[in-house]
């Protein structure tokens, strides 16, 4: 195909006349038969890409995809585009929903579906039997952030794929250091794949860290930055039950429109949230971090986080989140002395020491039933033939990493330097040099005005509206 | 909060903890249904279908701390004088569902979801808004819908809608009317969350909760007075005749022609033991089971003569029974059982 043929496409088809930056490349080099790495920032449009190629190539679209919130996003943001052939897999989704969408296949262009589920064998039969376009493996780099320790099916992808006949592969990741690139065209046995890979620098979004002295400091401090910078702002905590306590906090004491994302709520009340934000009837959501990333959010102004992220690419990909309209925009990450401690102790949840792993594999060896997580995650490796110190050494390599991860995030908030400097070298990046709407550099304040980000006219409550002029609205008549 | 709900379904005799939560939560074994029966609580059946074990006995743990409830003895709960307080104030404060025996006979969930996606597009359509994030991903609902909009849609569609929604808000409060149309989702309005309304309504998440799926089978009610319209069409596939399972049906149409049982086993290739919890469940569900055809007066004389005069029937006990009239087995007692609940009712 031209390349001004797919230009007119995407004119024909999106409306466009540009391609966001790498979205061509990719393209191109998918019809060209080649697999793909492709490492593009937050915000560049990733699905975009997927869609046009699905458009082009003849048979279905697998896209493996790791959470079941960011499926729903995925397949809704699809229908939105007037894509009806979409579903998603899911554990959510009843039985016999799940047989009629195998049963359909033939008729679906893109399937969204977890690993886990793609293991089924009435999945798998089911998608070997249809001709596929393209197999997309999207947040690729969980294949070596949660594969090891968490979520082992993701290391159980390669296999996986020679298993649908090595179909065309796209692996899609917004940060990825090189250990992590390396990882993911290992584990998916495609080291001829090609290499797109964009800065991760989003020079419109602001840097900046409070370092505050304690836990009543920290909420002080974020309910003045949401009252004194502009929003839409993402606020994101570590857990749920903080998500509601300070989402509740912020509404009775302040005029913002505030609510809590976590994914103990149901679809509906997902839906409902995510849409009102989308149009402008939220201020702020105060989330757990799977908020936004199926978000197609453009005017995000502020984000922050009231507790660590886990690692550096985590937090890039987060706060990328905002200013994907490419303006001006905030990051600021709060902080106080021993919040380390809850990345800790949520890194110990998937530890495990030689002993406990030796203990396993005799369990596993007496085809005892898997008692907990961890034995979920060591199942894989007995069944895939692993011997004991070999996980060992896996389950070690890994503490070791989220240590080094940790002391790197650590060195992000203490620096004294460009944080961004920090940032772009933790990628490899070669860096730019700092200046005025770079960062906040340790001991100086937050520019807002010179940013233009200072808080626009106080909202005010809606007034409550009668149900049947609500009515009204919700079903235009002509009279 | 769920545990106040949970309340209201002890009494100041003691039941059967598992047996209420199952009743909630939907299984239709014989036993829970029959303790359904007899603490007058089928009204509850699969009305909280879903929730997990686990989260019935945490509340009911939260119960027993506030000194509401007492174990008489293990696996039972009856109210303390204090929870017997509480539980009348409750009755007063809380919304207490008025539709809930819908979930018996309509699967008032799937209803839920049809009709919260169906209005959506209804509501879109009517600003011919074609672009728009659907409230509900999954592929069987959307199918559903789909098609249903491909049978209705006219130039009336609309109107016709809107009268029916009209006619059937106007049955109800102010603030429940509120409620539902504020939920909705629809063109440029996503709706209110379950925490939104509760602050909006000064009432907690789960009354919200509660109120929600009571407005949902108010609704269902509502449309199967109304048979006519767009809207009972996407409830019709929904609706059984009565609430007895498909395969327990099947037995009481054959019991129907051939009250001998080892016949009905042999026709339907049950086996008997199948056909007899078939029929109890069945002489549970309905309100003109023939007890008569099978409750001859040989079988019944012993009965009444052990518990003629005795009117808690979950108080009686088999081996009484056993002791004095050895032939006659569980089934019967149980189904003299249910004959004296129904007739009592
Ligand atoms: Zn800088």
């Given at each position: 195909?031209?390349?001004?043929?797919i230009?007119?496409l995407?004119?024909?088809?999106y409306?466009?006349d540009?391609?966001?930056?790498?979205?061509y490349?990719?393209?191109?080099?998918?019809?060209?038969?080649?697999?793909?790495l492709?490492?593009?920032?937050?915000?560049?449009?990733?699905?975009?890409?997927?869609?046009?190629?699905g458009?082009l190539?003849?048979?279905?679209?697998?896209?493996?995809?790791?959470?079941?919130s960011?499926?729903?996003?995925q397949?809704a943001?699809?229908?939105y585009?007037?894509?009806?052939q979409v579903a998603?897999?899911t554990?959510?989704?009843?039985f016999?929903t799940?047989?009629?969408?195998?049963?359909q296949?033939?008729q679906?262009?893109?399937?969204?579906?977890?690993?886990e589920?793609?293991?089924q064998?009435?999945?798998?039969?089911?998608?070997?039997?249809?001709?596929?376009?393209l197999?997309?493996?999207?947040?690729a780099?969980?294949?070596?952030?949660?594969?090891?320790?968490f979520?082992?099916?993701?290391?159980?992808?390669?296999?996986l794929k020679?298993?649908?006949g090595?179909?065309?592969t796209?692996?899609?990741?917004a940060?990825?250091?090189?250990?992590?690139?390396?990882?993911?065209v290992?584990?998916?046995q495609v080291?001829?794949a090609?290499?797109?890979?964009?800065?991760?620098?989003?020079p419109?979004i602001?840097l900046?860290?409070a370092?505050?002295?304690?836990?009543?400091d920290?909420r002080?401090?974020?309910?003045?930055?949401?009252?004194?910078?502009?929003?839409?702002a993402?606020?994101?905590?570590?857990?749920?039950?903080q998500?509601e306590l300070i989402?509740e906090?912020l509404?009775?004491t302040?005029?913002?429109?505030?609510?809590?994302?976590?994914?103990?709520?149901?679809?509906?009340?997902?839906?409902k949230?995510?849409?009102?934000?989308?149009t402008?009837?939220?201020?702020?959501?105060?989330?757990?971090?799977?908020f936004?990333?199926?978000?197609?959010?453009?005017?995000?102004?502020?984000?922050?986080h009231?507790?660590?992220?886990t690692?550096?690419a985590d937090?890039?990909?987060?706060?990328?989140?905002?200013g994907?309209?490419g303006?001006?925009?905030?990051?600021?990450?709060?902080?106080?002395?021993?919040?380390?401690?809850?990345?800790?102790n949520?890194?110990?949840?998937?530890?495990?020491?030689?002993?406990?792993?030796?203990?396993?594999?005799q369990?596993?060896?007496?085809?005892?039933?898997?008692?907990?997580?961890?034995?979920?995650?060591?199942?894989?490796?007995?069944?895939h033939h692993y011997?004991v110190?070999?996980?060992?050494?896996?389950?070690?390599?890994?503490?070791?990493?989220?240590q080094?991860e940790?002391q790197?995030?650590?060195?992000?908030?203490q620096?004294?330097?460009?944080?961004?400097?920090i940032?772009?070298?933790h990628?490899?990046?070669?860096?730019?040099?700092?200046?005025?709407?770079?960062?906040?550099?340790?001991?100086?304040?937050?520019p807002?005005?010179e940013?233009?980000?200072t808080?626009?006219?106080?909202t005010?409550?809606?007034t409550?509206?009668?149900?049947?002029?609500?009515?009204d609205?919700?079903?235009?008549?002509?009279i | 909060?769920?545990?106040?709900y949970?309340?209201?379904l002890?009494?100041?005799e003691p039941?059967?903890?598992?047996a209420?939560?199952?009743?909630?939560r939907?299984?239709?074994?014989?036993s829970?249904?029959?303790?359904?029966?007899?603490?007058?609580?089928?009204?509850?059946l699969?009305?909280w279908?879903?929730?997990?074990?686990e989260?019935?006995?945490?509340?009911?743990?939260?119960l027993?701390?506030?000194?509401?409830?007492?174990?008489?003895?293990?696996?039972?709960w009856?109210?303390?004088?204090?929870?017997?307080?509480?539980?009348?104030k409750?009755?007063?404060t809380?919304?207490?569902?008025?539709?809930?025996?819908?979930?018996q006979?309509?699967?008032?969930?799937?209803?839920?979801?049809?009709?919260?996606l169906?209005?959506q597009v209804?509501?879109e359509?009517?600003?011919?808004?074609?672009?728009?994030?659907?409230?509900?991903?999954d592929p069987?609902?959307?199918?559903?819908?789909?098609?249903?909009?491909?049978?209705?849609?006219?130039?009336?569609?609309?109107?016709?809608?809107?009268?029916?929604?009209?006619?059937?808000?106007?049955t109800?409060?102010t603030?429940?009317?509120?409620?539902?149309?504020?939920s909705?989702?629809?063109?440029?309005?996503p709706?209110?969350?379950d925490?939104?309304l509760?602050?909006?309504?000064n009432?907690?998440?789960?009354?919200?909760?509660?109120?929600?799926k009571?407005l949902s089978?108010?609704?269902?009610?509502?449309?199967?007075?109304?048979?006519?319209?767009?809207?009972?069409d996407?409830?019709?596939?929904?609706?059984?005749?009565?609430?007895?399972?498909?395969?327990?049906w099947q037995?009481?149409?054959?019991?129907?022609q051939?009250?001998d049982?080892?016949?009905?086993?042999?026709?339907?290739?049950?086996?008997?033991?199948?056909?007899?919890?078939h029929?109890?469940?069945?002489?549970i569900?309905?309100?003109?089971?023939?007890?008569d055809r099978?409750?001859t007066?040989?079988i019944?004389?012993?009965?009444?003569?052990?518990f003629?005069?005795?009117?808690?029937?979950?108080?009686?006990?088999f081996?009484?029974?056993q002791?004095a009239?050895?032939?006659?087995?569980?089934?019967?007692?149980?189904?003299?059982?249910?004959?004296?609940?129904?007739?009592?009712?």
């Amino acid at each position: 195909m031209q390349r001004d043929e797919i230009y007119q496409l995407l004119k024909q088809k999106y409306g466009f006349d540009e391609f966001r930056p790498g979205q061509y490349q990719v393209i191109s080099d998918l019809l060209a038969g080649q697999d793909v790495l492709a490492v593009l920032p937050t915000g560049t449009g990733k699905s975009l890409i997927y869609q046009f190629a699905g458009t082009l190539l003849p048979g279905l679209v697998v896209v493996i995809s790791p959470l079941i919130s960011l499926m729903q996003d995925q397949v809704a943001h699809l229908n939105y585009q007037g894509e009806k052939q979409v579903a998603a897999l899911t554990s959510q989704v009843d039985f016999q929903t799940r047989q009629l969408t195998l049963r359909q296949l033939p008729q679906l262009k893109f399937l969204f579906v977890s690993p886990e589920m793609l293991k089924q064998p009435a999945v798998l039969t089911a998608i070997q039997r249809v001709k596929l376009a393209l197999l997309v493996v999207d947040e690729a780099h969980c294949i070596s952030t949660w594969g090891p320790d968490f979520r082992p099916d993701y290391l159980g992808l390669g296999q996986l794929k020679q298993q649908l006949g090595s179909p065309l592969t796209l692996m899609l990741t917004a940060t990825a250091t090189a250990q992590v690139r390396q990882d993911i065209v290992q584990q998916l046995q495609v080291p001829q794949a090609q290499q797109v890979i964009y800065s991760m620098n989003r020079p419109n979004i602001y840097l900046a860290v409070a370092n505050l002295s304690n836990e009543a400091d920290k909420r002080e401090r974020l309910r003045q930055l949401l009252t004194t910078a502009a929003t839409p702002a993402i606020v994101y905590f570590s857990s749920k039950k903080q998500t509601e306590l300070i989402a509740e906090w912020l509404r009775s004491t302040t005029n913002l429109r505030v609510a809590a994302y976590h994914a103990g709520l149901s679809a509906e009340d997902r839906f409902k949230i995510q849409q009102q934000y989308m149009t402008g009837q939220l201020d702020v959501i105060c989330a757990t971090s799977a908020f936004g990333m199926g978000l197609n959010k453009a005017d995000v102004r502020l984000v922050i986080h009231y507790h660590l992220p886990t690692t550096l690419a985590d937090y890039v990909q987060e706060i990328g989140r905002a200013g994907r309209d490419g303006q001006q925009s905030l990051a600021v990450l709060l902080y106080a002395p021993g919040d380390e401690q809850l990345v800790r102790n949520l890194n110990e949840l998937t530890m495990a020491s030689a002993n406990q792993i030796q203990a396993d594999y005799q369990r596993f060896q007496q085809q005892q039933p898997v008692p907990d997580e961890l034995a979920a995650v060591l199942q894989f490796y007995w069944e895939h033939h692993y011997s004991v110190s070999q996980v060992v050494d896996i389950f070690d390599a890994r503490q070791r990493q989220k240590q080094r991860e940790l002391q790197q995030l650590l060195a992000y908030i203490q620096t004294a330097d460009c944080r961004r400097a920090i940032l772009m070298s933790h990628f490899g990046e070669a860096t730019v040099p700092h200046r005025e709407a770079c960062c906040q550099l340790a001991g100086g304040a937050i520019p807002l005005a010179e940013l233009g980000l200072t808080a626009g006219s106080v909202t005010t409550t809606p007034t409550t509206t009668s149900w049947k002029s609500l009515l009204d609205q919700l079903f235009l008549q002509k009279i | 909060m769920f545990a106040d709900y949970l309340l209201g379904l002890f009494a100041t005799e003691p039941r059967r903890a598992k047996a209420v939560y199952n009743v909630c939560r939907g299984r239709r074994t014989v036993s829970t249904l029959f303790a359904g029966l007899t603490y007058q609580e089928l009204a509850w059946l699969d009305s909280w279908h879903g929730v997990p074990l686990e989260k019935f006995e945490a509340a009911a743990q939260t119960l027993v701390e506030a000194g509401w409830l007492t174990a008489p003895q293990a696996g039972y709960w009856q109210l303390t004088p204090a929870g017997e307080a509480q539980q009348v104030k409750l009755k007063k404060t809380l919304y207490q569902p008025v539709a809930w025996q819908q979930f018996q006979q309509v699967d008032v969930r799937r209803f839920t979801a049809l009709s919260q996606l169906a209005l959506q597009v209804v509501s879109e359509y009517s600003h011919q808004a074609k672009r728009y994030y659907p409230v509900t991903t999954d592929p069987g609902i959307q199918a559903v819908v789909k098609g249903w909009f491909r049978r209705w849609r006219s130039a009336d569609l609309v109107a016709m809608i809107v009268t029916e929604l009209r006619e059937f808000l106007t049955t109800l409060s102010t603030e429940l009317a509120t409620i539902f149309v504020q939920s909705l989702t629809g063109y440029e309005q996503p709706g209110q969350t379950d925490q939104q309304l509760a602050e909006q309504f000064n009432r907690s998440v789960v009354e919200i909760l509660v109120i929600r799926k009571d407005l949902s089978c108010q609704w269902v009610a509502w449309l199967q007075a109304h048979p006519d319209g767009p809207l009972a069409d996407l409830l019709r596939p929904l609706v059984k005749i009565n609430s007895v399972s498909t395969s327990a049906w099947q037995t009481y149409q054959t019991f129907l022609q051939t009250p001998d049982l080892d016949q009905i086993a042999g026709r339907r290739h049950l086996k008997l033991s199948t056909v007899r919890e078939h029929l109890l469940e069945t002489a549970i569900l309905i309100t003109d089971f023939p007890f008569d055809r099978l409750l001859t007066p040989t079988i019944v004389a012993p009965l009444d003569q052990l518990f003629g005069s005795e009117t808690a029937v979950s108080t009686w006990r088999f081996d009484q029974v056993q002791a004095a009239a050895p032939i006659l087995d569980f089934f019967w007692f149980r189904l003299y059982q249910i004959m004296r609940c129904q007739r009592a009712a």
